[in-house]
Structures are given as C-alpha cells and as structure tokens.
C-alpha cells in the first residue's frame, strides 16, 4: 500500500516562494505529480516527473514559476513555487503512478493548502 503526505502548505504574500514536499512510503510506483484545486473549481495538473527526474512537465500557468523534483533515496518529491500569485491558492496534491505518458494515477495523498494573500 502507496502512502503519500504532503507537507510545507501555508500563506505567503504575492511575489513570495513556498515549497511543497511529498514523502512516499511503499512501491510500485514511478511518476509523482503535483495536482492543485481551487475552491469552486475542478482539480488540474501542476506538474509531473519521471522516476530517473530526467523527465518534467508544467502547465502553462506554473512554467518558468515552479520546480519539481525528487529524492528517490528519500523517497520524496518536491514542488518549489516562485513568484506566487493570488490564482495558485489550492490544496495542492501529491499523486504517484506509473505511467509517465500516460499522466495515470493510483495514489492520492491528503492534500496542503496554500493561500497567497496580502
């Protein structure tokens, strides 16, 4: 059984950085990504990364904004967020599959929220 906490949510002034960590327990899995949700809208994908962190992947929205990484002997991987904006506030989500390309996943953590605000 895949486990994955999310930690490093909170509030941060516009402009400002925040990052995010996602530690895993278990196996099975090789693609971690970030997903956000706003309140009153469907959740979308942030960004992706592949098993070896050779492979990455952003929205549009983030590209240029936010970093994601991954520690595989920690088992974790990271989201770095930049120049934040009022429109990235969400309870951000680590997932975990195993289909890179595919952008499937089978592993769900709990969620953290961010909230820019001045």
Known sequence: QVQLVESGGGLVQPG???????????SGFTTMGWF???????????AVIGWRGLLTD?????????????DNAKNTVYLQMSSLKSEDTAV??????SDYYGRRYD????????????
């Open 16 to 26: 400002g950085s925040l990052g995010l960590s996602c530690a895993a327990s278990g």
């Open 58 to 70: 952003y929205a549009d929205s983030v590209k240029g904004r936010f970093t994601i990484s991954r």
């Open 107 to 118: 592993y769900w953590g709990q969620g953290t929220q961010v909230s820019v605000s001045s």
């Open 36 to 46: 956000r949700q706003a309140p009153g809208k469907e959740r979308e994908f942030v």
């Open 92 to 97: 951000y989500y680590c997932a975990a599959g």
